[in-house]
């Protein structure tokens, strides 16, 4: 009989379990296949930063699976790159494995797999917590594990994948805390913790924060009781923190390193939140936006609403506890309204758009205690819970009469109805499930039906929400490039052994060159080299602010040559001097600059002089020993305009639209360029002051380019000219009705001066071999030099001559240069992030401390 007993529990256990995983599976699916989104549809997943980022960190991890990418360094972005720390911020999970079985073109479907399979793995969790924890039906415990898993959090911040598994890992570690706590048991917490950690240390810092919270509080609702966990708690958390050592202490280092800084509390109060959003945002179907001026996304189900008020409402619950769990809640919502808790929640990093990262911790606990009021629930509570669902009602309804319609304008008629209808429905069901009727058994899979219904409408709004905010991208969109990118890279790099760089002018995103596996400055990440970033942006590469990205484009062909941009990708010629068309592959052309330095040049200790490097003219004269003036500026004529005001003041012209018209503005200008030259118009936006938004386009005869002007280099290209010409000149500006400049001209590069510089710097390359996270070359000299690199500086690099550790120097720390005595000499720079060496003897140690405790602990009580 208790055989039997055990399998009939084994099998609803493993049913239960297969419900919350397939089922949020199911709705999400068919939503996205409302949308158009399926593997191997034509749309895909790709919103916002998942299409902009993520998709090809995707496919640099598919690289690194495929042999053809370091584990440890990237010179994908930003000339280079810690990709441990990248991948430990954008891609760390055990599901990122599944990266292997699709090739970089199928990534979109990859991502979409991946997806899916965390969602599920969401209501996986919950349901393995939710057995261990409640006595509740497994009915009950598979709504739950629906509802945690279709969070609104998870809905709509879908698109930061990498967010997911810090949703999949809390409950287990909750669960831990239970099991360390009443049984004594710690390799659930440990185990859980660890994987966290060195999945997504941003993530697993608010995970870590909130856990360590309810560990105290569910200690103090009985400090007698579990006094005695407190040490084992906390010797399982460090071990299990140290361990993860592996991944958090290099990515730490690098963010330190590199110029990582957290933000200033400059107000007590969080701008740009409301009253209501509390209540309006836990109602399903409720969708603001996930850019600046959100509410948090904290809606979890009617039915746990309801439930967490019960378990505040009822008696039954001693008021120690309702007082302790009571007071965590109050943390979570004060954290949303006061600015250092909100900041405190995300590292002390105000967050570029997605706002309220933590929210999800909110939405948790209002889920477990409802699991505690359910399981107090009796048939004499009916009243209780009817007063409850009616004094929601109402306030749901007083929020959408007076509530500031600027503000809650997205709380639709048709999400308020539905709320209140289904409220009214629960409570029906519940007072049914109490009646002996004939039909009894039918309730609970109502009550399922209606919660899976709840999910689904409120999934349908969010992703239309997500969709018209910001568009799921076409696969074409995708493909179509890079079925012409891909071959063109993979005949270049053919083409040339050697170390060198590409750039696209015409990008599909700022983060191509992970996809293609090839050597770029563009980037946009949030873990970043800010040092050389910064000063790379010095030499025009433009990386504002807080260098979240740097722009390839807009710069001049001396930083092409002087940077080893060997190759050019665009749709048209570049018109630029030096670059010569030699490949082809649809709309897309391979251009290859025959000028493009190698990664190293002989120079001398003058190079650390500020005067030496300061910009991109200073540099190339120190290292090529040439004074003769590269560049002069010539002025603009005006030929007409259309639609715009100008006036001067200082420094600045002021750019005006006329007429609130759908006229662009529009102004020709004329200028003559010397012979043998490249020219470049100069729209200088910097210093603006919020006068700069906008896009603008410039064109001559043959030759279009455009860009947005706050975040692109200052030299428009409008190309080069064997003969002395007179070009007009074309300027549109757009999406602004004011613009501000520094006055604009024409910069003039001498082609036949910048041809002797190079000529002269190549007498003095170095040319490096380079594989992974290593380069190495052999150099003869007659004096002692130094080797300028065009190597981002980072503390991860080491150098050797000759198998004799040397030291690394920084040109405007940001520059790798090294000193070489006279004569021959080998060269070696290896990359291994800082701290990995530690970290991975804390990550064994850590684990044989742990083994060692535990079994000593169980040993000691009998265990």
């Not at 662009?664 to 200088?684: C, G, H, M």
């Amino acid at each position: 009989m208790k055989q039997l007993q055990k399998k009939m529990h084994l099998k609803k256990w493993a049913l239960a379990i297969a419900f919350s995983f397939f089922i949020p599976i199911l709705i999400m699916a068919m939503n996205y296949y409302r949308l158009g989104i399926y593997p191997t549809s034509d749309r895909t997943i790709l919103a916002s930063d998942a299409f902009g980022q993520l998709v090809n960190f995707y496919a640099g991890f598919n690289n690194l699976l495929h042999n053809e990418q370091s584990f440890f360094y990237t010179w994908s972005g930003s000339l280079g790159l810690n990709f441990v720390s990248l991948m430990s911020y954008y891609v760390n999970s055990l599901y990122s494995f599944l990266v292997i079985f699709f090739d970089n073109i199928h990534m979109p479907d990859a991502m979409y797999v991946i997806l899916l399979m965390k969602i599920g793995s969401m209501g996986v969790s919950f349901c393995i917590f939710a057995y261990q924890t409640f006595r509740l039906p497994s009915w009950i415990k598979v709504a739950m594990s629906i509802s945690y898993a279709l969070m609104s959090f998870t809905v709509a911040y879908s698109i930061m994948i990498m967010w997911m598994d810090a949703m999949i890992y809390l409950p287990l570690i909750l669960l831990g805390i239970h099991q360390l706590m009443d049984k004594k048991k710690f390799i659930l917490l440990f185990t859980t913790y660890l994987l966290l950690f060195v999945t997504n240390y941003y993530m697993a810092f608010m995970v870590g924060i909130f856990s360590f919270l309810y560990f105290v509080t569910r200690s103090c609702t009985n400090w007698k009781q579990y006094k005695s966990s407190v040490i084992p708690y906390l010797i399982t958390s460090f071990l299990a923190g140290g361990a993860s050592m592996i991944i958090i202490l290099p990515s730490i280092i690098d963010l330190k390193s590199n110029g990582e800084k957290t933000d200033v509390v400059k107000t007590f109060l969080t701008n740009d939140v409301g009253p209501w959003d509390f209540v309006v945002k836990s109602m399903p179907g409720v969708y603001d936006t996930s850019k600046y001026g959100s509410g948090p996304f904290i809606y979890i189900g009617l039915l746990p609403l309801l439930f967490v008020i019960f378990y505040f409402a009822t008696n039954k619950i001693s008021l120690k506890n309702k007082l302790l769990y009571g007071g965590l809640l109050i943390v979570l919502i004060a954290s949303v309204y006061i600015q250092p808790l909100n900041l405190f929640w995300q590292g002390m990093h105000s967050p570029n758009m997605f706002l309220f990262r933590y929210s999800f911790l909110y939405s948790t606990l209002v889920l477990i205690l409802a699991g505690f009021g359910l399981e107090k629930f009796e048939k004499k509570d009916l009243n209780t819970l009817v007063n409850s669902t009616f004094a929601v009602i109402g306030i749901f309804i007083l929020a959408a009469i007076v509530s500031n319609k600027k503000r809650y304008g997205y709380l639709t008629q048709e999400s308020l109805i539905i709320t209140n209808i289904l409220l009214v429905l629960y409570v029906f069901l519940a007072i049914l499930k109490t009646k002996h009727l004939r039909y009894n058994w039918l309730v609970p899979v109502l009550f399922v039906i209606c919660v899976c219904g709840e999910q689904f409408f409120n999934t349908q709004q969010i992703m239309a929400g997500i969709n018209q905010e910001w568009g799921y991208t076409s696969r074409k969109k995708y493909t179509e490039a890079y079925k012409q990118i891909h071959p063109l890279v993979k005949e270049a790099q053919a083409k040339n052994k050697t170390f060198h760089r590409i750039e696209n002018l015409d990008p599909v995103s700022r983060t191509d060159s992970f996809n293609y596996n090839y050597s770029g400055i563009t980037l946009f990440s949030s873990v970043r080299n800010r040092h050389s970033s910064n000063y790379l942006d010095k030499l025009g590469y433009r990386s504002p602010a807080t260098n979240l990205t740097i722009q390839y484009k807009n710069n001049t062909i001396l930083m092409d040559d002087l940077f080893g941009v060997k190759y050019n990708l665009s749709k048209k010629d570049p018109e630029k001097y030096g670059f010569k068309k030699i490949a082809s592959k649809g709309v897309y052309g391979l251009y290859e600059n025959d000028d493009a330095l190698p990664l190293g040049i002989q120079t001398d200790q003058g190079i650390y002089q500020k005067k030496n490097n300061d910009n991109q003219t200073a540099l190339l004269n120190y290292l090529s020993g040439q004074n003769d003036p590269l560049f002069q500026f010539t002025g603009l004529k005006e030929v007409s305009r259309e639609n715009m005001s100008i006036r001067e003041e200082g420094d600045f012209t002021y750019f005006s639209e006329e007429t609130n018209s759908n006229t662009a503005r529009n102004i020709t200008w004329e200028v003559n360029v010397p012979a043998k030259s490249q020219a470049y118009l100069t729209l200088d936006s910097r210093g603006s002051s919020g006068l700069a938004e906008g896009n603008v386009e410039v064109s001559v005869p043959n030759y279009k380019t455009s860009s947005e002007l706050i975040s692109n280099g200052i030299n428009y290209n409008i190309g080069y000219y064997e003969k002395a010409t007179t070009v007009k000149v074309n300027v549109k500006f757009m999406n602004s009705s004011i613009v501000r400049l520094l006055r604009p001209s024409v910069l003039i590069l001498k082609t036949e001066k910048l041809d002797q510089a190079i000529k002269a710097i190549k007498q003095k390359e170095v040319i490096f071999d380079v594989k992974g996270n290593q380069a190495k070359t052999t150099i003869n000299t007659k004096k002692e030099q130094v080797i300028f690199t065009t190597i981002p500086y980072d503390v991860g690099w080491n150098g050797k001559i000759d198998g004799k550790k040397v030291e690394l120097k920084a040109v405007q720390n940001a520059l790798i240069s090294i000193k070489v005595p006279k004569g021959k000499h080998t060269i070696q720079l290896t990359y291994y992030p800082k701290g990995i060496k530690l970290g991975s003897l804390l990550f064994i140690s850590c684990i044989l401390i742990f083994g060692l405790y535990t079994y000593h602990y169980q040993k000691k009580k009998g265990i």
